[in-house]
Nanobody, 121 residues
Framework: QVQLVESGGGLVQPGGSLRLSCQASGIIWSISDMGWYRQAPGKERELVATITRDGSTNYADSVKGRFTISRDNAKNSMSLQMNSLRAEDTAVYYC???????????????WGQGTQVTVSS
């Protein structure tokens, strides 16, 4: 069983910063792509940023220049540094990872339970 646990969400004023973390645990052979997604009330879940195992990154246009995704392959973890936060960044943020276990040769997608980020004065 593989679990992803997010942490670091909370309430922050516009212009402020937060750092989200995602920790993968369980019987893990390898993790390929990892990413952050978010879902605001009444909206569909959307991609925020992704990172490959070798560190190549991709960002949604709305967060480019403000958010930075990173990962630690040795610790099976990932982070999202969010700066210059705006009210429209308010959402539940989810961690996603493609994980291979020793029990199969395929990568399966796993999701965390989400962490709330609220940007408000």
């Amino acid at each position: 069983q593989v679990q992803l646990v997010e942490s670091g969400g909370g309430l922050v004023q516009p212009g402020g910063s937060l750092r989200l973390s995602c920790q993968a645990s369980g019987i893990i052979w390898s993790i390929s792509d990892m990413g952050w997604y978010r879902q605001a009330p009444g909206k569909e879940r959307e991609l925020v940023a992704t990172i490959t195992r070798d560190g190549s990154t991709n960002y949604a246009d709305s967060v480019k220049g403000r958010f930075t995704i990173s990962r630690d392959n040795a610790k099976n973890s990932m982070s999202l540094q969010m700066n210059s936060l705006r009210a429209e960044d308010t959402a539940v943020y989810y961690c996603n990872a493609a994980v291979q276990t020793p029990f199969g040769d395929m990568y399966n997608s796993y999701w965390g339970q989400g962490t709330q980020v609220t940007v408000s004065s």
